[in-house]
């Protein structure tokens, strides 16, 4: 008898610290986080303290947790309401809103204090802006009121590049405003083709996604252009800026010819489910690669290979 009232404590301890972990939405944190490493590497110029990257991926880690915990507790009424959301643990039950709030308090104070201690005060201070940002702009004001709230709101999901760039420079230059600038572009066509698909739940809470507001026909225009805006902007890291060279070039050219396609597509079946799907997977396929892209072109072994191929096609071309 007492092994199973141990048994089913240890089971009970264990569905309690899974439902905390399921409220900081873990499965969107990992594509917050490669952008944060593709900024320190490029900051970096390839050659990344293995200590400070741990660091900065950490606190990162938890101040988007922080952050989704927060939007978690605001969002509990229409999360109910969603199918999607309905068995999230504050809706079903299994966390109270008090408790969750107390959860992100602390991850957001450990958070702070490990980005101070190990990285620098701007680092600390541009990833509890994030937090603040996401929580007070987007999911207060934003999310149920206007159709610009994905775009407006894009720029909480761009500060972890920031966040990697500040942990290793300590500032803010160029390059990382551009990396900024190809997160937050990215973000309106990424979450309007998942809006297509699911606008059934968004209209059923009354959020005024665009699909809703305008039609399908409009947003996926809009998706359009953002894809071409975002693939150029991607480009500035090679020119002017030349923080970044011709095997990130090649990728993000690459990448980029692929994701416009793939919006092309969809700009001539607006209609059409399949196609928004794959357009909306594709786009996480594609900032982790092109976040990839950044890393591989800065390492020092990368410019050591180009310059090798470089110097034999003179070897031979002098022959």
């Known amino acids: 008898m007492i092994e199973t009232n141990v048994s089913r404590h240890h ?12 409220l900081t939405k873990p499965r969107i944190i990992p594509l917050l986080l490669i952008t944060t490493a593709g900024s320190m590497w490029i900051a970096a110029k390839g050659q990344v303290d293995l200590v400070l990257l741990l660091v900065t991926m950490t606190g990162g880690t938890l ?30 039950g299994k966390i109270q809103p008090k408790g969750a709030l107390v ?16 990285a620098n005060l701007l680092a ?49 230059n160029w390059g990382a405003w551009v990396i900024f600038a190809s997160v ?3 973000t309106p066509p990424h979450f309007w083709a998942l809006a297509l698909m699911i606008r059934d739940d968004y209209a059923k809470v009354g959020i005024p996604m665009l699909p809703l507001v305008v039609g399908d026909p409009a947003t996926v225009k809009q998706i359009w252009w953002y894809t071409l805006v975002t693939v150029a902007t991607t480009l500035l890291l090679v020119y002017p800026l030349h923080d970044s060279g ?11 010819a692929v994701f416009i396609h793939k919006a092309w597509r969809l700009l001539q079946n607006p209609e059409d489910r399949t196609i928004a799907r794959q357009l909306f997977l594709y786009s996480i396929s594609y900032m982790m690669l092109l976040c ?14 180009i310059n090798a191929a470089i110097a034999q096609l003179h070897l031979i071309s002098s022959i």
Not at 85 to 91: A, L, Q, S, V, Y
Request: proline share 3%; charged share 10%.
């Open 103 to 118: 959860f992100a308090i602390a991850l957001a104070i450990i958070s702070f204090t490990l980005l101070t201690v190990f």
């Open 184 to 186: 937050f572009l990215w």
């Open 246 to 256: 011709i095997v990130y070039f090649a990728i993000a050219s690459t990448l980029g």
């Open 11 to 22: 089971e009970t301890f264990f569905q309690v610290i899974q439902s905390y972990y399921q």
């Open 292 to 305: 990839l892209g950044m890393v591989v072109d800065s390492l020092p072994i990368t410019h050591h290979l």
């Open 124 to 172: 600390a201070l541009l990833a509890f802006a994030g937090i603040v940002y996401y929580v007070v702009v987007y999911t207060h004001w934003l999310k149920r009121h206007t159709t610009q709230n994905i775009v407006i709101g894009g720029a909480a999901g761009a500060i972890p590049a920031l966040v990697g760039w500040a942990a290793v420079t300590g500032t803010l």
């Open 63 to 92: 101040a988007a947790a922080s952050a989704q915990v927060i939007n978690c507790i605001y969002d509990r009424d229409i999360d109910y309401e969603m199918e999607r959301t309905r068995h999230r643990p504050i809706p079903s």
